[in-house]
């Protein structure tokens, strides 16, 4: 299982949702349990809830408040890709809960990070 605690992600890529470049995401994981909290460009605050799977799969759902003062909720798959360097490519497929139910797809990358020894 891959131990997602202490990663700190920002997505490369992101069709139809509200995260972009500067939005930075700081995962948390006891157990099976993954929690993240993120901020920046246009969001003001968001969190996510989920549970990973013995392949590093993360199911999980998510709540954000934008800059424009919106709450904004959804529901995300999260697969793993290891980079060549070690850190960790994410490939998500979500879905809006909140709004007009739309879905996308988005890329985060793993930052590095010189406290984390990578294989």
Do not use: K
């Not at 069709?15 to 700081?26: H, K, L, M, Q, Y």
């Not at 993120?38 to 996510?48: A, D, R, V």
Request: glycine share 12%.
């Amino acid at each position: 299982m891959i131990n997602y605690d202490g990663r700190v992600f920002r997505p490369v890529s992101n069709e139809n949702g509200e995260v972009g470049a500067d939005t930075v995401f700081v995962y948390r994981q006891t157990g099976r349990i993954v929690t993240s909290i993120y901020s920046g460009g246009s969001i003001h605050t968001g969190h996510l809830l989920g549970l990973v799977d013995d392949d590093g799969r993360i199911e999980f759902s998510y709540h954000q408040v934008n800059t424009a003062g919106e709450l904004r909720t959804g529901v995300c798959r999260t697969t793993p890709e290891v980079l060549p360097d070690g850190r960790l490519r994410l490939h998500e497929e979500w879905r809006w809960t909140s709004g007009d139910g739309s879905s996308g797809r988005s890329v985060l990358e793993e930052e590095p990070s010189p406290d984390r020894a990578y294989p």
